[in-house]
């Protein structure tokens, strides 16, 4: 089955720094990467997902990026704000029917003021 | 409005006793999930469907069982409570062509006293 590994588990920036989580996966046949922000307290909700067809994917201060060779994908925040801090999910699945996702054992992201 | 209900939000039991925590969506989707989760911790896949009558174990044996006789409803039951069942219990739900998004509930936190 699928393997999903996340690093790092902790990551602590100040305001206004980048922040990137990298995961690799093991299936060749995943073709879904679905990153999930999950502030504390709260319910998981995705941010920003990708494609294997696709190498790179930007939503104002988010971006994904697949090395499909590598099997890896990343998350990078721009520009961090207070308001990033939560724990981060990265996934990997198939887009058939019968797919289940693989999830990261996720990130602790914390952006001090 | 379209949406994933858990009930209780909050719930605590004795060691033995037999308890069903409620999943209920209004998505329209078809597959749907539960996860066990400490606190900004790594997601434990329990059980799955992909449908009406579909129920499949994920990776955790937790000793419960789930049922899908509706598409809207996936009930969790743990027929005897124990300390170590103590977490937080959260419902998904996807559809089964994509897009592949996963919906959570808001969770359900179990104390097993």
């Known amino acids: 089955g699928e393997n999903v590994e996340q690093h790092p588990s902790t990551l602590s920036v100040q305001e206004g720094d980048s922040a990137v989580i990298k995961c690799t996966y093991s299936d060749s046949a995943s073709n879904y990467f679905p990153w999930y922000k999950q502030e504390l307290g709260k319910r998981p909700q995705l941010i920003i997902d990708?494609?294997?067809?696709?190498g790179e994917k930007k939503d104002q201060r988010i971006a994904v990026t697949l090395n499909k060779t590598a099997k890896h994908f990343s998350l990078h925040i721009t520009e961090t704000q207070p308001e990033d801090s939560a724990v981060y999910f990265c996934?990997?699945?198939?887009?058939?029917?019968?797919?289940?996702?693989?999830f990261g054992r996720g990130t602790s992201l914390i952006v001090h003021p | 409005e379209a949406d994933i209900y858990q009930t209780p939000r909050y719930l605590v039991i004795g060691t033995g006793k037999k308890i069903t925590l409620e999943c209920s969506q209004t998505m329209g989707h078809d597959k749907m999930y539960w996860y066990q989760q400490d606190p900004g911790m790594e997601l434990h896949l329990i059980h799955y469907?992909?449908?009406?009558?579909?129920?499949e174990k994920g990776d955790l044996s937790s000793e419960s069982t789930v049922s899908r006789i509706r598409t809207e409803h996936f009930p969790l039951t743990l027929e005897s409570a124990r300390p170590s069942h103590t977490s937080q219990y959260l419902c998904?739900?996807?559809?089964?062509?994509?897009?592949?998004?996963?919906?959570f509930g808001p969770g359900t936190r179990l104390t097993v006293t």
């Open positions: 998904a739900s996807s559809t089964l062509t994509g897009p592949y998004e996963q919906y």
């Open positions: 990708i494609r294997s067809n696709v």
């Open positions: 469907s992909y449908g009406v009558n579909s129920t």
């Open positions: 996934a990997a699945s198939g887009t058939g029917g019968s797919y289940i996702p693989t």
